[in-house]
């Protein structure tokens, strides 16, 4: 099993910046992505972005790309969003992803990031 603990959610003004962290633990050996997904009230859940651990290579979606940035650190096995130029339609619960080998995806519990206009 993996355990994901997510932080850094909380309120900003459009324009802000908010930096998101996903420490993991457990079978972190087996870990082959993390993804960064949110859901907004009343909204289905989406895709944010992705990293790939071992080769670092990263992927967006399209709403948040030039803006926001993930990156880890294989020391801490913490993995990061840093959200730049921050909108109101970006307001959602965040939850942080963790694709493992020859296993299910694992989730955390989510952080709120509110964006106020």
């Known amino acids: 099993q993996v355990q994901l603990v997510e932080s850094g959610g909380g309120l900003v003004q459009a324009g802000g910046s908010l930096r998101l962290s996903c420490t993991a633990s457990?079978?972190?050996?087996?870990?082959?992505?993390m993804d960064w997904f949110r859901q907004a009230q009343g909204k289905e859940r989406e895709f944010v972005a992705r990293?790939?651990?071992?080769?670092?290579?990263?992927s967006y979606a399209d709403s948040v790309k030039g803006r926001f940035t993930i990156s880890r650190d294989n020391a801490k096995i913490t993995v990061y969003l840093q959200m730049n130029s921050l909108k109101p339609e970006d307001t959602a619960v965040y939850y942080c992803?963790?694709?493992?080998?020859?296993?299910?995806?694992?989730w955390g519990q989510g952080t709120q990031v509110t964006v106020s206009s």
């Open positions: 992803v963790a694709g493992v080998r020859g296993s299910r995806n694992y």
């Open positions: 990293i790939r651990w071992r080769e670092e290579s990263t």
């Open positions: 457990g079978r972190t050996l087996d870990i082959i992505t």
